[in-house]
């Protein structure tokens, strides 16, 4: 896992009650054979505030390497005995995030397949700011602002700016940053989150063109693992 660049962050909304029957096809069809067309497939969730919502991610050493093993498995045996099945749980399987390792990542697909109680992603909106620059403002300002809150940052990943290399599935247009925490817990990442709310002044001296990435809160998942 150690040469993944690329990675999907899915998130599906499913017709009521049918979380359990997705999980259960997921995880009886569609690990294995995915990862035998040459994907990773990394962790699979159910988001702690929405039984209507399974989230998981896989991946990919590159986007060709994307594009090649999305086109084996959804044009293999396996996706045409149970994609319909599959299909019949979702209302919606377009929320795809394409992200990158914001900096460095060696080992990134390690950390994300990892199987915490509760993991945390935190995705802020970049509008037009520069990974880059938003990277090193995160690393100098929030990655402490979020230790001194009780938490680490285990990952941190941007938009892929790259062509859709399978535009059979689509994915999200926005650009993004996200960063991942790991929790014992439901209550641990209460505490964490409320620790966090009440630190003020930290936005007050950063430059005007980083300003429109903090300008809107952040979506913040909170997803316990399969």
Excluded at 115 to 136: C, E, K, Q, W, Y
Excluded at 169 to 175: A, I, T, Y
Excluded at 196 to 223: C, H, M, T, Y
Aim: hydrophobic residues 45%; aromatic residues 10%.
């Amino acid at each position: 896992m150690s040469d993944l660049s690329i990675f999907e962050l899915r998130q599906y909304t499913l017709l009521g009650g049918e979380r359990e029957t997705l999980i259960d096809l997921f995880e009886r069809a569609f690990i294995e054979s995915q990862n035998a067309c040459g994907m990773t497939v990394l962790g699979r969730y159910r988001d702690e505030e929405d039984p209507d919502r399974f989230v998981w991610m896989r991946g990919f050493s590159d986007m060709e390497a994307r594009r090649q093993a999305l086109s084996a498995f959804y044009g293999g045996p396996v996706w045409n005995e149970h994609g319909a099945a599959a299909n019949a749980t979702m209302r919606d399987s377009d929320n795809v995030l394409l992200l990158r390792p914001a900096a460095g990542g060696q080992g990134l697909g390690m950390a994300l397949s990892a199987r915490p109680p509760l993991m945390r992603i935190t995705i802020h909106d970049l509008a037009s700011v520069g990974a880059a620059d938003f990277n090193a403002f995160f690393e100098a300002v929030m990655v402490p602002l979020v230790a001194a809150s009780g938490g680490e940052v285990v990952a941190a990943l941007a938009t892929a700016e790259v062509e859709n290399s399978f535009p059979r599935l689509p994915v999200r247009g926005d650009r993004v940053f996200a960063w991942i925490a790991f929790f014992d817990g439901v209550d641990e990442e209460r505490s964490f989150t409320q620790r966090l709310n009440v630190q003020s002044g930290w936005r007050d001296d950063i430059p005007e063109n980083l300003f429109p990435a903090l300008a809107r809160k952040p979506e913040v998942l909170r997803l316990t693992a399969l």
